[in-house]
């Protein structure tokens, strides 16, 4: 049984970043659990809060009707009260490019065990350095999710690119009462999907960039791969306010889920060059044989340590950010983790979830 007694979370626990504060944050307003997070970011230039953060985490107070001590730029400190989870329609808005996939990192767990249907509107950057892009949300983590009894459909209503953002993306989750486990240790590729888009771009770089994964692809073995592309002009409705491309190649596997390795366009960066950092984080994780990858691997742990049940499931590799993710299920949840190296066959996480129910 959890208990009501605060909890204390370091924020300077292996990298120090922001995501120890959206997992501890999330989790504690999934228990009803009191939060303080302490030494938030100090590992950061410069350490505290900053605005992507600042939106997540009033995100989920507003979900649970809660109150927040501390939430303000800078602050190296919060405390957190949660009330029960509220259904009904929320706006979330960073007013920059923060990333709106990090927002549902924060978010869509809570939501998940709301009291009725939660629809959350979030504004900010879907295809960002540094966090996942929408593509990887609706592709690669929705159809892990749904195995495991996750209700929520995810719709890109605008893209949105440093530094205006603009971008728009809507969710639609219905409650849970218990969610299952999985179970993803082997599982081959079947197809790959190269996916390139781009806003206020010229057409002839997402070509590039499709052309270039797909005979790399080739070059590498893989047979099945299929070319996708999406071009934008300012008229249209789904276009950022700025200029901004990327690339996600997609490989589906065999037992229905898929693996998603992705890179953003840079000023000065050839389309070449932007689709060949796809290819070889592609080909360099493909080679473990493990069919999570690393990003969906940090991204499962929340979710497994909610589950009813024990959960198993190899990555291509150990990350600090799923690390720093199993320490907040343990730590908030009590969850239990057992990560297990394999060496060149990747890393198995098992994790005995503590089952939670709707409150």
Partial sequence: MVSDELVVVDGSFGEGGGQILRMAVSAAALLGRPLRVINIRARRNPPGLRPQHLVAVRGVADLTGGSIEGLRIGSTSIEFRPGPVRSGRFVVDAGTAGSTTLMLQSLLPVASFA?????????GGTNNPLA?????????LLPALRRMGVQAEVELVRRGFYPRGGGVVRARVRPVTRLKPIEVVEARPVRIRVFAYSCNLPSHITERMVRTASSLLRSRGFKDVVEETEVLQRDDPKCSPDPGTGIIVIVELDNGLRMGFDALGERGVPAEKVAERAVEEAVRQLSTGAPVDSHLSDQLVIWTA???GTSRYRATELTSHAETAAYIAERVLGASFEIQQLGEKGVLFTCKGIGLSRR
Avoid: F, H, Q, S
Wanted: hydrophobic residues 40%; without cysteine; aromatic residues 4%.
């Fill in 115 to 123: 009291k009725g249907e939660v629809e959350l509107e979030l504004r």
């Fill in 132 to 140: 996942p892009p929408i593509e990887y949300v609706t592709e690669v």
């Fill in 306 to 308: 909610l589950a009813d």
